[in-house]
């Protein structure tokens, strides 16, 4: 477990989600040697965005040797999709919806409050960690555009002025 | 609940009816006595999850506990209505009472007066704009009224984490069918008389492309369904899976016995959490009584399904590139020929088809091909459903025929543009599409005739827009999405649509030279005819349409530094008209920049060099004062 020991040192909680991933992969049963043990890598890498919040080297390094495959695809096949994130989210992530239906109902509007509310633009994480922004294309709740998630829980229909405001305070007399 | 496997056709067909009292209440004629008094049907999809649903469920169920009514009412939570404006939606059967925009605090209402006391909520039921009359039946409601639901057909019917439901409404009988009464090529020639296209986007012939999959000897073969909805705005295909999975599993399992496939992969967005836990479901289950596994009501045919996870990449919708995902590789797509029917997943014979399409196909198998014929059009049979959003009344999923008109779907399904303003164009095929404007309005839908008016049938997106929405931003919103999106392998698509949303931003800005439309079009073709895959070829068309269709509002940015939809920032000024300002200091006191100056009791003035065109000033504004010219 060399490759794992930066996370190791940094937090002594880290052994425990490299063995929940590692369960997880053995889960998938499989074969080490097939050509076709790729075809599992995205389903590996979800479950350890999962574990992790994010995929740092170290877990990709972990993920392509337990997949006998080399780190580069491993970090070529992150870099490519949206979904996955090699830098950590805050606690409360804020994804935005940039589908057409939300765009055209104001919701590039939405964005900029949340960025000058937090004073940090999309993709970013605020210094305490406790609030980032994404942005994301169409989640499929078109009925309730503009549309945000934060975390699990589902904010629709918002107009600017003030409500952005009003939302973030929730979370934030919470972190108090 | 216990499945039981079910082991030959005719056994299904008992089970079939067996099972027909889950629906009794449900589903006219469906014969046998049901166990309950009552169904409450209560939204499931996600749009209607996101307004409570789930917790409405939870207050009817202890509402109908707290009076001993367990053993006489059932509270299901169903698919996607559709009707998704005016949701979350919940639906007393066999009353056929249609409740709208529920909240969790209406459960007790709804079981007390309702349910106990025989009459109706009143405030809970649709009340249709104009006349101002409530409408108790879905049917009744002009929403639902020239719909055709055929891929919907089970969706807000059945509760889709129980198959025996998915059997009750004949599921699975299609697959008996050809297991016991056709051969493979039999399937396939009965796909290509039903006439059925592709309804991903293309509109290529199912059949066809069925067949090319099953020309290619092979020892192994594969079926994927393309669940990966990309197209931002369209959410067809989530609403089918998390409403009636099984008839997506069923469909594949015909497809794969027609070509000669034993193995299924379903591609779904990440994004799209409750479809995968209802798939889940539905998998399980459908393994457990043996209608997918080995020997299939012992017919010989084996077929299984596995899910695939994609990780949020427009381009995965291309089906090149959505193998190369599945393999666990960069959603890169590559040229065609070889087609993935000769050489696909993992270098075998595969076909890929979409949700949509796989939902008709059991549909079609049961009822016949003269009846799938008789709707639709000539070279476009069947329906298809829309995603109506944007600005419009209501914004929901709408099942078609073929042939319908744009203004059928806008003013009477979709009750017109909201806030009574002008409507404008609406764009379909996402952003590989094109708008469509007033004078397109009565052109009937078909793949041909919405590509003849240079949009496209796409995955059935329909983004509808007013006055207040700029089209040349939109084409540059659209453009963002393709360079976000493109996969940087062919230099066309990398550096040609940068280079197109430079020159787009450069008259959004107010500072494009004369001739930026023509170097527009020009590279907008190359782009077009040079790039690798689909998104390449078709991601400059929402510039060329709105080019076409709105000229003039490009001219305006262009020549007179004007937009005259009030979007474009940097076009704008704000000004304080002296004569309606009071001096409340509104204005002042909230402009992030204290740009704005005057004394209390006279008239502001903004200092121009200094605003950021924040418009707070304008929303705080008590007086009208502020102006944008």
Redesign the interface.
């Known amino acids: 477990m060399e490759n794992n020991a930066a996370i190791c040192t940094a937090d002594g909680a880290a052994k425990e989600m490299f063995d929940k991933l590692d369960q997880f992969i053995d889960s998938l049963g499989t074969d080490s040697n097939s050509p076709r043990r790729k075809g599992d890598l995205i389903r590996i890498l979800h479950q350890a965005q999962h574990i992790f919040g994010y995929l740092p080297e170290e877990v990709q390094i972990h993920v392509a040797r337990k997949l006998k495959i080399h780190h580069s695809e491993v970090s070529g096949v992150i870099s490519f999709y949206n979904y996955f994130t090699t830098e950590p989210r805050g606690k409360h992530n804020i994804s935005i919806c940039l589908g057409t239906a939300c765009f055209v109902k104001g919701a590039d509007k939405i964005l900029e409050e949340f960025e000058k509310e937090l004073g940090i633009k999309a993709g970013q994480v605020t210094e305490d960690m406790e609030f980032s922004i994404d942005v994301v294309r169409c989640i499929g709740a078109c009925g309730l555009a503009p549309v945000i998630t934060i975390g699990e829980k589902v904010f629709g229909k918002l107009t600017p002025g003030g409500e952005v405001k009003k939302i973030l305070s929730q979370y934030k007399s919470e972190v108090k | 609940m216990k499945f039981e496997k079910i082991n030959s056709y005719p056994q299904l067909l008992e089970r079939y009816k067996a099972l027909q009292y889950l629906l009794g209440l449900r589903v006219d004629n469906a014969g046998e006595k049901p166990t309950f008094e009552r169904d409450i049907l209560v939204c499931g999809g996600?749009?209607c999850v996101?307004?409570d649903s789930a917790k409405i469920v939870e207050n009817l169920q202890s509402e109908i506990k707290a009076r001993g009514l367990e053993q006489k009412v059932q509270v299901l939570k169903t698919g996607c209505f559709g009707f998704?404006?005016k949701?979350p939606i919940v639906l007393v059967q066999p009353d056929n009472v249609f409740y709208v925009q529920v909240t969790p605090n209406d459960a007790k209402d709804i079981v007390e007066q309702h349910i106990v006391g025989g009459s109706r909520v009143e405030r809970l039921l649709y009340e249709e704009p104009l006349l101002k009359r409530k409408i108790e039946r879905s049917k009744d409601i002009p929403f639902y009224k020239k719909q055709i639901r055929i891929a919907l057909r089970n969706c807000g019917v059945i509760n889709p984490e129980n198959i025996h439901e998915y059997i009750a409404t004949q599921g699975f009988q299609a697959l008996g069918k050809c297991l016991s009464e056709m051969t493979g090529p039999q399937v396939i020639d009965f796909m290509k008389k039903s006439g059925l296209r592709g309804r991903g986007g293309g509109g290529f012939p199912t059949g066809i492309k069925w067949e090319a999959a099953r020309k290619f000897e092979s020892p192994e073969k594969f079926i994927i369904c393309n669940a990966d909805?990309?197209?931002?705005?369209?959410?067809m295909d989530?609403s089918i899976l998390e409403g009636d999975p099984c008839s997506v599993l069923e469909a594949m399992a015909i497809a794969g016995y027609a070509i000669g496939a034993s193995q299924g992969y379903i591609y779904i967005r990440?994004?799209?959490p409750l479809a995968i836990h209802r798939l889940q479901i539905a998998i399980e289950q459908a393994r457990k009584i043996g209608m997918l596994g080995k020997n299939i009501m012992d017919s010989g045919f084996n077929f299984d399904i596995e899910l695939?996870?994609?990780?949020?990449?427009?381009v995965c919708g291309e089906e090149t590139a959505l193998i190369h995902?599945?393999?666990?590789?960069?959603?890169?797509p590559t040229t065609k020929p070889p087609f993935p029917a000769e050489s696909g997943l993992?270098k075998v014979p595969t076909c890929v088809n979409n949700v949509e399409t796989f939902a008709n196909v059991p549909a079609i198998i049961n009822k016949g091909v003269e009846w799938f014929n008789s709707i639709g059009t000539e070279k476009s049979k069947g329906t298809k459903v829309f995603?109506l959003?944007?600005?419009i009344n209501n914004?929901?999923l709408v099942e078609v025929p073929m042939g319908t008109t744009l203004r059928e779907i806008i003013y009477d399904i979709g009750g017109g543009i909201r806030g009574g303003k002008d409507f404008k164009a609406v764009?379909t095929g996402?952003p590989s599409g094109g708008c469509i404007t007033k004078e397109n309005l009565d052109t009937p839908i078909t793949y041909e005739n919405l590509t003849a008016i240079g949009s496209m049938m796409g995955s059935g997106?329909m983004?509808?827009?007013d006055e207040a929405?700029c089209m040349v931003n939109?084409a540059k919103?659209?453009l963002e999405?393709t360079l976000?999106e493109s996969?940087g392998k062919c230099t066309p698509c990398r550096i040609g649509n940068k280079r197109l949303h430079e020159m787009l931003t450069q008259i959004t800005d107010g500072k494009a030279e004369e001739d930026t439309m023509e170097k527009l079009a020009a590279l907008a073709d190359t782009i077009k005819k040079t790039s690798l895959c689909g998104l390449g070829q078709t991601s400059p068309n929402p510039v060329l349409s709105t080019m076409k269709f709105f000229k003039n509002e490009y001219i305006e940015h262009i020549r007179d530094h004007k937009c005259s939809a009030g979007v474009c920032k940097n076009l704008m000024q704000y000004f304080i008209l002296s004569d309606k300002c009071i001096g409340c200091t509104a204005c002042a006191r909230n402009c992030?920049q204290n740009c704005i100056s005057g004394k209390v009791k006279q008239p502001h003035v903004i200092d121009q060099s200094k605003c950021i065109k924040c418009g707070?000033c304008y929303?705080k504004c008590k007086f009208s004062a502020i102006e944008i010219r």
Request: charge should be negative; include cysteine; glycine fraction near 22%.
């Open positions: 996600t749009g996101s307004s998704c404006e949701g909805e990309g197209d931002p705005g369209a959410f989530r990440a994004e799209y695939k996870f994609g990780a949020g990449a427009f995902s599945i393999e666990g590789n960069r959603g890169e993992w995603a959003a944007g600005k914004v929901g764009q996402g997106g983004i509808v827009m929405n939109i919103f659209y999405f976000d996969c992030p707070l929303q």
